[in-house]
């Protein structure tokens, strides 16, 4: 069955200070895969895609992520974290295996909290 | 170029009742899906509606039901309201089948069961 895990339900950083948000995802078909982010009470922004070629994206806010097929993983990393990038992070995965791309399957979510 | 517009942002309702939801997607995109997202949890997927018709669905029983216009809006229907409903519920919209157009969401409608 087709599952996405992120291990990590709260993180907390310090303002200025890397972080890096894991996802790992299961099931055969080649897949693509979106890191989203929501703030409380909203709906979900798009930080970045990755469909095809090469492996790490950049997106917007300054995050990347980058795809280990031989992991299966899709880790999302900021060099230098905000104060306003507080927010809960969902890693997202679709497969090219014939279905609709509309159909994702959501990991758990990560709650980041940031330290001044 | 206006996003995915939901309305009504807030909804209570009693158990038993029934709900509609409204979904209007962001301009240009043909293809409106929608997740429920309880509290804590990721998304979980619903359906898809493409030219009217509903082409994928998830886990979900047949309480939830939905339609799509001929102008892509769609509405999303929750028959006989169980506490169990009460979520975040999320349309997204994309152009169908095109997989380098991702989802864009809306901000959502909240609905309580009381």
């Known amino acids: 069955a087709q599952s996405v895990t992120q291990p990590d339900i709260h993180i907390t950083v310090s303002e200025g200070a890397s972080l890096e948000l894991r996802c790992n995802y299961s099931?055969?078909?080649?897949?693509?895969l979106f890191w989203y982010v929501q703030s409380p009470g909203q709906g979900l922004q798009l930080l970045l895609k990755y469909f095809s070629g090469d492996t790490l994206v950049q997106g917007i806010k300054g995050f990347e992520a980058e795809f280990k097929r031989s992991q299966s993983s899709f880790n999302l990393r900021k060099p230098s974290v905000h104060w306003s990038d507080a927010a809960e992070y969902f890693c997202a995965v679709g497969w090219f295996d014939g279905g609709s791309q509309g159909n994702l399957i959501f990991g758990k979510g990560t709650k980041l909290s940031v330290k001044p | 170029d206006a996003g995915v517009t939901q309305s009504p942002t807030h909804l209570i309702k009693t158990r038993g009742q029934q709900v509609t939801l409204r979904c209007s997607p962001k301009?240009?995109?043909?293809?409106v899906s929608w997740y429920q997202q309880a509290l804590g949890q990721g998304p979980q997927f619903i359906f898809q509606?493409?030219?009217?018709?509903?082409?994928q669905r998830g886990n979900f029983p047949d309480r939830f039901s939905g339609h799509q216009f001929p102008n892509y809006s769609s509405e999303l229907n929750v028959n006989a309201l169980l506490l169990g409903d009460s979520a975040l519920y999320l349309c997204a919209s994309t152009l169908y089948r095109a997989y380098n157009s991702p989802l864009h969401f809306g901000n959502g409608t909240r609905l309580t069961v009381t």
């Open positions: 301009s240009g995109h043909d293809t």
């Open positions: 509606y493409y030219e009217e018709e509903e082409r």
């Open positions: 099931y055969g078909a080649t897949p693509y």
